[in-house]
């Protein structure tokens, strides 16, 4: 079962975050450092908004939309309510929020791309997350796809028409979100009315979510907590600088987790509403390892290829400090990814909400105060360095924390063949000499991740047999259209 979920949201869950993920570079060839990092902190705004303002709601809808089924009727006359005023407060906020972030009123152009993008935005996170709840997989699939994907398209014609500034990369992303909201609205499973206040299902949502969005947003502060440091003590420029390494290794660990976990989180949920908490433990095993399978072999590469996949990717004035930060960068997204995808779930999943909060504002003052240290005592590479060691204190707390607690668990069996598996794959990079072109880069890729699959075969012979089947059933017969 898991693996048929997790075959189902692949192109979703591999169209979206790749596209960000070498948007991250691409930009680096038309945007200059100060406009590198007035567009990293617009992301930043827009991601805030989204927790402060909707996250509540729409972790209640992920969580318990089926729930409402006999009475959708009524969920969707609440939803269109909430969407409305939530339009309001994300309006005042972002107004506030730039004031803020760039010491002065910004202007007309960028007030408005900002505002398109983030309510286009997240329009589009809200209702891809309700329709993956809703198992509407068309409509999940264009919603995690249209938006990053048309959007670097959009943005990298638009800059060579007009200008290369953040503006027009916004607005070509706020024009890619709306177009996915049109094109998906007719698969997502909801029904226009007229808004209607239920007070009864907005305090029951809202005594969900409201933890969950706490918590949120203390790891919103985790996440962009370096990027405001920076600006603080190195202005714009220092931001687009620090920004495309870390942006490389958080949307690549990001990609690898959604990728490996869309799936294991609603079968986890069944497990709980058919048979209890207990039941559900040996699906988080499960769950876990095919992250840890995920995550473990991202690092490695990014490691070993760290020097000839910069040079492939990044343009010149942002290469040096990228090959700084970039190991370090990914390997805070790997730990972070596994305790938000693994650990912190269970919060969520057996409705521990205040323990997701404590670990998330722990992370929060721990991250902002070993970035501060590390970035005066080794520049950028330090910064991110304090990040990893707050990071890696954080996850294993909240490891010992919900195995003591609710009995989560790891396979130790599971753990010793993903690193078995790593490290054949390690010792293939390290054979081969070095990567001199994007060509030589993209072999050595493809000889590690053979390595890999090879090893992770051997040592799951069950688990990818079945993935085979999966794969050749999803195949059109020889008699289809």
């Not at 089926?66 to 009475?71: E, I, P, V």
Request: net charge positive; proline share 4%.
């Amino acid at each position: 079962m898991l693996l048929r979920r997790t075959f189902i949201y692949m192109p979703a869950q591999i169209m979206g975050p790749l596209a960000q993920f070498l948007a991250a570079a691409i930009w680096t060839y038309f945007l200059a450092p100060e406009a590198f990092g007035t567009y990293v902190l617009v992301w930043a705004i827009q991601e805030l908004a989204l927790l402060l303002v909707l996250s509540w709601w729409s972790a209640y809808a992920l969580r318990y939309i089926t729930s409402h089924n006999d009475d959708i009727l009524r969920f969707d006359g609440v939803e269109i309510a909430i969407q409305l005023a939530a339009t309001i407060l994300q309006t005042l906020f972002v107004a506030l929020a730039l004031l803020v972030v760039f010491h002065e009123l910004p202007g007309m152009n960028l007030l408005a791309a900002t505002l398109a993008f983030t309510l286009t935005r997240n329009l589009t996170w809200h209702f891809a997350d309700r329709s993956r709840a809703s198992s509407a997989i068309l409509a999940y699939t264009i919603l995690n796809s249209c938006g990053s994907v048309l959007g670097l398209a959009f943005g990298i014609v638009a800059v060579l028409l007009f200008a290369p500034t953040p503006e027009i990369v916004l607005w070509s992303y706020a024009l890619a979100q709306a177009l996915g909201l049109v094109l998906a609205w007719s698969f997502i499973r909801t029904s226009t009315l007229r808004p209607r206040l239920d007070l009864s299902l907005v305090r029951g949502a809202f005594a969900y979510g409201a933890p969950l969005m706490i918590g949120n947003a203390l790891a919103w502060v985790a996440m962009h907590g370096l990027r405001f440091v920076v600006e603080h003590e190195q202005g714009l420029a220092g931001v687009g600088l620090i920004s495309v390494g870390w942006w490389l290794g958080m949307r690549a660990t990001t990609f690898t987790g959604q990728l490996a976990t869309t799936a294991g989180f609603t079968l986890a949920v069944e497990k709980v509403r058919e048979a209890g908490q207990r039941a559900a433990l040996p699906q988080l095993a499960s769950n876990g390892a095919l992250l840890l399978a995920a995550l473990i072999p991202t690092v490695a590469g990014v490691i070993m290829l760290n020097a000839p996949l910069v040079d492939a990717l990044v343009s010149e004035p942002y290469r040096a400090i990228t090959r700084d930060i970039l190991p370090l960068a990914i390997a805070t997204g790997a730990v972070r990814i596994f305790r938000i995808h693994a650990t912190d779930q269970c919060f969520l999943l057996f409705n521990r909400p205040k323990l997701d909060i404590i670990f998330a504002g722990a992370e929060a003052v721990l991250v902002l105060l070993a970035c501060y240290i590390g970035l005066h005592l080794d520049g950028g590479r330090g910064a991110v360095m304090g990040c990893l060691i707050a990071n890696a204190i954080v996850t294993l707390a909240s490891f010992v924390t919900v195995n003591r607690i609710f009995g989560y668990y790891l396979r130790p069996l599971d753990v010793l063949r993903v690193i078995v598996a790593v490290a054949a794959m390690m010792l293939v990079l390290h054979i081969l000499p070095p990567a001199h072109s994007r060509v030589e880069l993209v072999g050595h890729i493809l000889a590690g991740a053979i390595t890999f699959a090879l090893a992770i075969a051997a040592g799951f012979p069950r688990i990818c047999g079945l993935a085979i089947q999966r794969l050749l059933s999803l195949r059109p017969s020889p008699s289809s259209p």
